[in-house]
T-cell receptor, first 108, second 112 residues
Framework: GQNIDQPTEMTATEGAIVQINCTYQ??????LFWYQQHAGEAPTFLSY????GLEEKGRFSSFLSRSKGYSYLLLKELQMKDSASYLC?????????FGKGTRLSVIA | DTEVTQTPKHLVMGMTNKKSLKCEQH?????MYWYKQKAKKPPELMFV???????INESVPSRFSPECPNSSLLNLHLHALQPEDSALYLC???????????FGAGTRLSVL
């Protein structure tokens, strides 16, 4: 199997910071994507990491460690509209393989 | 513009019907994809077209038949589907295979 692991569900408070982790098998790794998907809607692209380190884009940041097969998505200043599923997707020699997604609930 | 347009948005069909799902993009992308997504599950890849040629078929049953008439259009022809085929069908496109994929809003299919 592709063995991409993410927590199934997380809950965080409005205004807080939340970190969503993703671990994967490292063989044939070519990059990692994060997508956001609101219920009943299409996934939308958030970030792409191919080298180790942190990529920052506004309230969202994504980190990658290739040697550890580990990535995280960091969401700051959480807003209610951030309640969604967050999908980690690994690029290997074939197109993307998605993790099962993490359902994030932001509460007041 | 990163728009991928899918029609119809909703489709209800019987098990003996033939229908088609359509996907269109005008971003000049040369790779297009069909995914199937069940509720609370991640998207599952079905087919990949690269430069209008089928490059990946993820062992999808023959009752699903993809077609890429030109570089902007991707169809999915449906025939003799089963109730378990009810799902959200997502189309995506990317500049080339492996690049950032942009998704359409999907077609929600119900098979009765």
């Amino acid at each position: 199997g592709q063995n991409i692991d993410q927590p199934t569900e997380m809950t965080a408070t409005e205004g807080a910071i939340v970190q969503i982790n993703c671990t994967y098998q490292t063989s044939g790794f070519n990059g990692l994507f994060w997508y956001q998907q609101h219920a009943g809607e299409a996934p939308t692209f958030l970030s792409y990491n191919v080298l180790d380190g942190l990529e920052e884009k506004g309230r969202f940041s994504s980190f990658l460690s290739r040697s550890k097969g580990y990535s995280y998505l960091l969401l700051k200043e959480l807003q209610m509209k951030d309640s969604a599923s967050y999908l980690c997707a690994v690029k290997r020699n074939t197109p993307l393989v998605f993790g099962k997604g993490t359902r994030l609930s932001v509460i007041a | 513009d990163t728009e991928v347009t899918q029609t119809p948005k909703h489709l209800v069909m019987g098990m003996t019907n033939k229908k088609s799902l359509k996907c269109e993009q005008h971003m000049g992308h040369r790779a297009m994809y069909w995914y199937k997504q069940k509720a609370k599950k991640p998207p599952e890849l079905m087919f990949v077209y690269s430069y209008e040629k089928l490059s990946i078929n993820e062992s999808v049953p023959s009752r699903f038949s993809p077609e890429c008439p030109n570089s902007s259009l991707l169809n999915l022809h449906l025939h003799a589907l089963q109730p378990e085929d009810s799902a959200l069908y997502l189309c995506a496109s990317s500049q080339a295979r492996g690049d950032i994929q942009y998704f359409g809003a999907g077609t929600r299919l119900s098979v009765l």
